[in-house]
């Protein structure tokens, strides 16, 4: 049976470097193309044509707007929707790069943990720069003890608060990938099963096959609402230290 983890192995379609930089074209650079074009051509096209009664591409546009618009309300307030951009654009990205990955012969690039980690440190660092800006210095020791700490704590708090913002984006990161590449591992190893197995027990993995299927489109939905959330979570704290207005849990 073939290693379940060949299909996550990268090889270069095109070498390429620039002062000493990689920019070699892969099949992952190729997939995060076409996802960029898809997104692209859905919004684009939903929006041409504003119809007082919206076609089926207008309906989906007006529902994915909404529904990340509700996300950021929810989390950070009104004043959050200054990210609606860089909120709309991850959830799309990272949504599409789920599920196109899940068609045979494709790739999953948040399989990757380079680019989920690059998502994450980007959403963490950009938290900590708009908390600076907007609370100055006391930013820093306004997140490591939270309103309310007695004094005596304050020694213990905070390296707790410390390690708990240090595992904010190695954990944003680590749990996309992992869920991506073990969805997909359990699949080839299904799969691997029904073909070997032959015509007498091969159909009992190629059935569980197709229940994975359904269970990892809704697992592409969740992860990529996730990360959505918590990318919202973490910029609301640059506006309400520790959740203290209530927006951001």
Not at 77 to 102: K, V, W, Y
Not at 169 to 195: C, E, K, Q, W, Y
């Amino acid at each position: 049976m073939e290693n379940p983890l060949h299909p996550f192995e990268l090889h270069n379609f095109i070498q390429f470097s620039l002062f000493g930089l990689d920019l070699s074209i892969n099949k992952a650079v190729v997939m995060m193309w076409i996802v960029v074009g898809l997104v692209a051509w859905l919004l684009v096209s939903a929006g041409r044509q504003r119809r007082l009664v919206p076609n089926k591409l207008q309906s989906l546009g007006e529902l994915l707007v909404e529904f990340i618009r509700g996300i950021i309300l929810d989390t950070m307030g009104q004043e959050g929707m200054r990210f609606f951009p860089l909120i709309a654009t991850l959830f799309l990205f990272i949504l599409f790069c789920n599920l196109l990955g899940l068609i045979p012969g494709t790739y999953t690039v948040t399989s990757q943990i380079v680019v989920t980690a690059v998502f994450a440190v980007t959403v963490y660092g950009l938290s900590l720069v708009m908390g600076l800006l907007l609370h100055g210095v006391k930013f820093i020791p306004g997140i490591l003890v939270p309103p309310g700490t007695p004094w005596w704590l304050i020694p213990l708090m905070v390296p707790i608060e410390f390690v708990s913002q240090v595992a904010r984006p190695v954990s944003l990161a680590v749990r996309l990938f992992a869920n991506m590449t073990a969805g997909h591992t359990i699949l080839g190893v299904l799969f691997g099963l029904a073909i070997s197995g032959g015509l007498l027990i091969g159909w009992l993995p190629f059935a569980f096959t197709i229940a994975m299927n359904g269970l990892e489109v809704g697992i592409a939905f969740i992860q990529a609402y996730i990360f959505t959330v918590l990318t919202c979570v973490y910029l609301g704290d640059a506006f309400h230290l520790h959740g203290s207005e209530g927006h951001a849990p």
